[in-house]
């Protein structure tokens, strides 16, 4: 008998939540996802210090300042771990905007393209990459430009039916539903130290979406994220994506027994129907202002993928002997 995680990959796309180059290599996903937490973490590994210096290296060619130097070699840095991951998998790798623009569509903008450019440069095509975008109004209105560019994205933080709703009104490509962070809200909210996957609001949350999304033909995919167990994982077998961390996808692989798959486009179908809707930017303020979680969390996760660049920013500057300047 095949073991859970070769079932699921039957049904559902598995996509690598991680940097680790070692680790794709062993765990051949289909696809990988990186933040700005995973980058820094992998710019840790001794085997990525050829990516450093080469980073470095170009920055430096380029004749920037110091305050500029550190900024471009992280870009570049991203662009360039993308580019080893896109050589040990067949799918996408999604690459993301610099937090600290989640709130500025034309700067968005304009580092989405500034990656593709650099990606194109390294003989990477579009349809490879995914430019992984906050799901703010202003994150979701600079996807629709890009969409339209033929630039295909992945809207990360999503946290409440607003966000998707508006995700798939503007046609993106990927939404990344956040599974475990809704369960940790959940435990906290509830004071409840465990929670039966049958109650878990995260993948409820997930469940909701695709449903929706399938329900009205949306050609958005739902890549469900950041689990807490294998449990969750599971429960929401047949889900387009999921991207899973290494630990996960080790305990998945290690795991006997049939899978059951929950998710289904024919599963939808028999679901409750869920009224379609569209939202202004006005409403989309109002749903999101009136759901606490969702405006919590996103606001938080910007904020911790901001420190996690701050962190890389600190890190390169000790390596490469450049002054530690206000990021």
Request: proline letters at 3%; one cysteine or more.
């Amino acid at each position: 008998m095949h073991n859970i995680l070769q079932q699921l990959s039957q049904h559902t796309i598995v996509v690598a939540d991680t940097g680790d180059l070692d680790a794709i290599e062993r765990l051949q996903p289909v696809e990988a996802t990186t933040n700005p937490a995973l980058i820094t973490a992998a710019a840790s590994l001794p085997n990525n210090l050829s990516l450093l210096e080469a980073a470095h290296a170009q920055a430096y060619a380029e004749g920037l300042r110091q305050d500029q130097l550190i900024e471009r070699m992280i870009t570049l840095l991203t662009v360039q771990l993308g580019v080893r991951i896109l050589q040990r998998i067949r799918g996408r790798v999604s690459t993301e905007v610099d937090a600290r623009l989640s709130y500025d569509t034309a700067a968005t903008l304009q580092q989405a393209r500034e990656l593709v450019d650099l990606y194109a440069a390294a003989g990477i095509s579009t349809d490879r990459i995914l430019i992984k975008i906050a799901a703010t109004w202003e994150g979701i209105q600079a996807a629709q430009q890009l969409e339209l560019e033929g630039i295909h994205c992945n809207l990360t933080l999503l946290f409440g039916q607003h966000q998707a709703t508006a995700c798939a009104d503007a046609n993106v490509t990927l939404i990344s539903p956040f599974v475990g962070r809704i369960l940790d809200w959940q435990k906290q909210q509830q004071q409840r130290s465990h929670i039966p996957i049958t109650e878990d609001a995260g993948v409820q949350s997930v469940k909701h979406i695709y449903t929706y999304y399938k329900q009205h033909g949306y050609r958005t995919e739902v890549m469900g994220a950041s689990f807490r167990s294998i449990e969750q994982i599971i429960a929401l077998a047949g889900c387009d994506l999921l991207t899973i961390s290494p630990a996960l996808l080790d305990q998945l692989s290690q795991q006997q027994g049939h899978l059951p798959i929950a998710l289904s486009s024919a599963w939808a179908a028999q679901q409750p129907t869920i009224p379609k809707q569209s939202l202004s930017a006005s409403q989309f303020m109002q749903r999101h202002k009136q759901d606490l979680m969702a405006s919590t969390l996103l606001r938080s996760g910007i904020d911790g993928f901001i420190k996690a660049r701050e962190q890389l920013s600190h890190q390169l500057r000790q390596e490469f002997g450049v002054g530690d300047l206000a990021v």
